[in-house]
């Protein structure tokens, strides 16, 4: 086990498969955690999301090439989510986002997933569950991969 700080990371091995799941405003978990509407503050977003993409670079230099790395959080806002990615693909074009149908549809194949209909748990190329349309609370996830 290792303590560190995600932001930097003390690891000099590279990693075929890295999971980001980074903190968040949890706003996905809202149905059982109501109390997040009273603390959560429209600045905290942006404080977030500079947490967000520091873990997410620190991450990234541990994939190796031809690597994947899942970033995730428990947020439905695009500001930790979609919004994180598409900054660091400008950042970064050693990078690119798969589609996450792809992999449902495989886990679905392979017994995995019970959900019937993969396609409606993405939006775009990423996976976005949302409380009150699947039986969860509210996810969002993107598969990155090393070039």
């Known amino acids: 086990m290792v303590a560190a700080d995600a932001r930097n990371l003390p690891f000099a091995t590279k990693f075929d498969r890295v999971l980001a799941d980074v903190p968040c405003s949890g706003t996905g978990t809202l149905s059982r ?11 905290d977003l942006a404080d977030l999301q500079v947490r967000q993409l520091a873990i997410l670079r620190a991450a990234m ?6 690597g994947r790395l899942i970033y995730s959080t ?5 500001e930790e989510n979609e919004d994180v990615i598409e900054r660091f693909q400008g950042e970064d074009s050693s990078f690119h986002v798969l589609d996450c ?13 019970i959900w ?7 939006r775009g190329p990423y996976l976005r569950t949302l409380p009150g349309v699947h039986p969860c609370d ?3 996830a993107a598969i990155l991969e090393k070039i």
């Open 61 to 66: 230099e541990q994939v190796a090439a031809g």
């Open 74 to 78: 428990c947020s439905l806002e695009r």
């Open 116 to 122: 019937p209909h993969p396609s409606a748990l993405t």
């Open 138 to 140: 509210g996810f969002f």
């Open 101 to 113: 149908r792809a992999e449902l549809e495989r886990l679905q194949q392979e017994g995995e997933l």
């Open 33 to 43: 955690n109501p109390e997040i509407k009273w603390r959560l503050m429209p600045e």
